[in-house]
């Protein structure tokens, strides 16, 4: 655990990482110098001050950032996080890695992240509902259906977003297409909250089709158990894949012959943790987790989880990024000497923006779709973009995040030059 961390510090922050991988790709697709000093920061940073007076009476004052990485595309689009290391370096990288997926995904959206530098699990549910309106308050000048549209990201969820969406109607009126990921009793779409998980395994079954796996033999090991990791554990686990390894922020397991997803789903969502679950399994480190032999890791919890300090012992035929930037530049660049595939972040977890834009398109129309046409659609999204990435890889001879990040990148440079930003 020294040495990960340790390791962490030597290694770029999340901010400068992103802007590695754009830059590297702005350079291998020839954009522009003008066009890629734009997209090289952010439009707009705000940090506010949350105060909150916690249930004991002592008072609780939480820092919040909402960062607008670029808007040529369309309005900000980008989740919550409520985490104790949720400072602006990591949200503004956030933020960028939301205008490349969704130019990449081609949605109407430009890119945006917020953070709440608190820990959710030490709150009550009166606190985290009073700290959500409060920050809520403090960010809706800029927020707001054709401006600026937040989601769920790791700490919050349905609730929260409710919650968010509520006060922000207070000041602005009825407006439940400016939060997705609501609950669907308040105009949230069914299909939405599967929908990240649900995207990873789409964009699996498209590689899968492409280069002849059966994902039936496919043995899977998960990083973090929460919305995104879940979902991609029980659509796999129906599918018929192995999930062999999983994890949460308590602790790791493994049993070879597949684990009881059925009944780790049932424990975590009556609040308990994977290793509470009444499931055969081995304990293993933390680390050793993202180590195990296997088909497909599907790193689903934190970033910056493979690093130049265990990207050696990774031992995956393939890594799906179901979490935002789980792999360091430096960890990249031994991935792709020692060819391991990489399907990454802005590719494989698009599957959860590209469903806010359908409850926000739902949620504007006024006019709800049934899980069976949601579903649809994000299955022949995700595939399409897969196999235009897939056809530049096999163009380019590069690997998936440089096809990724150069698609992107250019339409992001075509929107901001029609837009006469440079
Ligand atoms: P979540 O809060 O629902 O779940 C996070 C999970 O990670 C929990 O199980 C937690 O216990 C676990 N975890 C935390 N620290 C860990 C550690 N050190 N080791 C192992 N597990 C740990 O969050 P989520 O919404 O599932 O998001 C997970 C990742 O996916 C994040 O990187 C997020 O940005 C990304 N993502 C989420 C969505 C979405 O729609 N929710 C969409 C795209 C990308």
Redesign the pocket.
């Given at each position: 655990m020294v040495d990960v961390l340790a390791d962490r510090v030597a290694e770029m922050t999340a901010d400068e990482a992103v802007r590695q991988y754009a830059e590297e790709a702005a350079e291998a697709a020839g954009l522009a110098p003008d066009v890629s000093r734009v997209l090289d920061s952010s439009y707009r940073e705000i940090t506010v001050q949350v105060p909150l007076r916690r249930d004991d009476g002592s008072l609780l004052v939480a820092h919040g950032y909402r960062v607008q990485h670029n808007g040529a595309r369309g309005p900000y689009k980008g989740?919550l996080?409520y985490h104790p290391d949720a400072d602006l370096s990591e949200v503004r990288a956030?933020a960028a890695l939301m205008t490349w997926k969704t130019a990449l995904l081609d949605l109407p959206f430009g890119g945006a992240k917020g953070g709440l530098q608190v820990d959710p699990t030490e709150l009550s549910a009166r606190e985290l509902q009073a700290l959500t309106r409060r920050f809520a308050v403090s960010l809706s000048h800029v927020l707001g259906v054709y401006r600026d549209i937040p989601?769920?990201?790791?700490?919050?969820?349905a609730q929260v977003m409710a919650w968010f969406m509520d006060a922000y109607s207070s000041r602005h009126g009825y407006s439940p297409a400016a939060v997705t990921?609501k609950p669907i009793d308040l105009g949230g779409a069914p299909g939405r909250e599967p929908?990240?998980g649900r995207g990873l395994v789409y964009i699996l079954e498209a590689f899968a089709r492409r280069y002849g796996w059966d994902l039936e033999e496919a043995r899977v090991v998960v990083?973090?158990?929460?919305?995104?990791?879940?979902w991609v554990a029980r659509e796999l686990d129906a599918l018929g894949a192995r999930v062999v390894g999983v994890?949460?922020?308590?602790g790791?397991m493994f049993n070879d012959g597949g684990l009881d997803v059925a009944e780790l789903v049932r424990t975590?969502e009556a609040g308990g943790?994977v290793v509470d679950a009444d499931v055969s399994y081995v304990s293993l480190a933390?680390d050793e987790l993202l180590t195990l032999e296997c088909d497909v890791l599907i790193p689903?919890?934190?970033?910056q989880?493979i690093t130049k300090a265990n990207v050696d012992r990774v031992r995956a035929a393939l890594i799906l990024e179901?979490?935002?930037?789980?792999v360091t530049p430096q960890a990249d660049a031994v991935l792709a000497e020692r060819g391991i595939p990489v399907i990454p972040?802005i590719l494989a977890?698009g599957?959860?923006?590209t469903?806010s834009y359908f409850e926000w398109a739902q949620n504007i129309q006024q006019f709800t779709w049934a899980e069976t046409r949601f579903n649809a659609e994000l299955r022949e999204r995700l595939t399409r973009v897969f196999d235009e990435v897939t056809d530049y890889v096999e163009r380019h001879l590069c690997t998936y995040r440089r096809a990724s990040y150069a698609i992107a990148l250019e339409r992001v440079a075509r929107a901001v030059r029609l837009r006469g930003y440079v």
């Amino acid at each position: 655990m020294v040495d990960v961390l340790a390791d962490r510090v030597a290694e770029m922050t999340a901010d400068e990482a992103v802007r590695q991988y754009a830059e590297e790709a702005a350079e291998a697709a020839g954009l522009a110098p003008d066009v890629s000093r734009v997209l090289d920061s952010s439009y707009r940073e705000i940090t506010v001050q949350v105060p909150l007076r916690r249930d004991d009476g002592s008072l609780l004052v939480a820092h919040g950032y909402r960062v607008q990485h670029n808007g040529a595309r369309g309005p900000y689009k980008g989740g919550l996080r409520y985490h104790p290391d949720a400072d602006l370096s990591e949200v503004r990288a956030l933020a960028a890695l939301m205008t490349w997926k969704t130019a990449l995904l081609d949605l109407p959206f430009g890119g945006a992240k917020g953070g709440l530098q608190v820990d959710p699990t030490e709150l009550s549910a009166r606190e985290l509902q009073a700290l959500t309106r409060r920050f809520a308050v403090s960010l809706s000048h800029v927020l707001g259906v054709y401006r600026d549209i937040p989601a769920p990201d790791v700490g919050t969820n349905a609730q929260v977003m409710a919650w968010f969406m509520d006060a922000y109607s207070s000041r602005h009126g009825y407006s439940p297409a400016a939060v997705t990921g609501k609950p669907i009793d308040l105009g949230g779409a069914p299909g939405r909250e599967p929908a990240t998980g649900r995207g990873l395994v789409y964009i699996l079954e498209a590689f899968a089709r492409r280069y002849g796996w059966d994902l039936e033999e496919a043995r899977v090991v998960v990083q973090g158990f929460g919305n995104v990791g879940s979902w991609v554990a029980r659509e796999l686990d129906a599918l018929g894949a192995r999930v062999v390894g999983v994890s949460d922020v308590k602790g790791a397991m493994f049993n070879d012959g597949g684990l009881d997803v059925a009944e780790l789903v049932r424990t975590v969502e009556a609040g308990g943790s994977v290793v509470d679950a009444d499931v055969s399994y081995v304990s293993l480190a933390q680390d050793e987790l993202l180590t195990l032999e296997c088909d497909v890791l599907i790193p689903a919890a934190l970033g910056q989880c493979i690093t130049k300090a265990n990207v050696d012992r990774v031992r995956a035929a393939l890594i799906l990024e179901g979490a935002n930037h789980p792999v360091t530049p430096q960890a990249d660049a031994v991935l792709a000497e020692r060819g391991i595939p990489v399907i990454p972040d802005i590719l494989a977890n698009g599957g959860g923006v590209t469903g806010s834009y359908f409850e926000w398109a739902q949620n504007i129309q006024q006019f709800t779709w049934a899980e069976t046409r949601f579903n649809a659609e994000l299955r022949e999204r995700l595939t399409r973009v897969f196999d235009e990435v897939t056809d530049y890889v096999e163009r380019h001879l590069c690997t998936y995040r440089r096809a990724s990040y150069a698609i992107a990148l250019e339409r992001v440079a075509r929107a901001v030059r029609l837009r006469g930003y440079v």
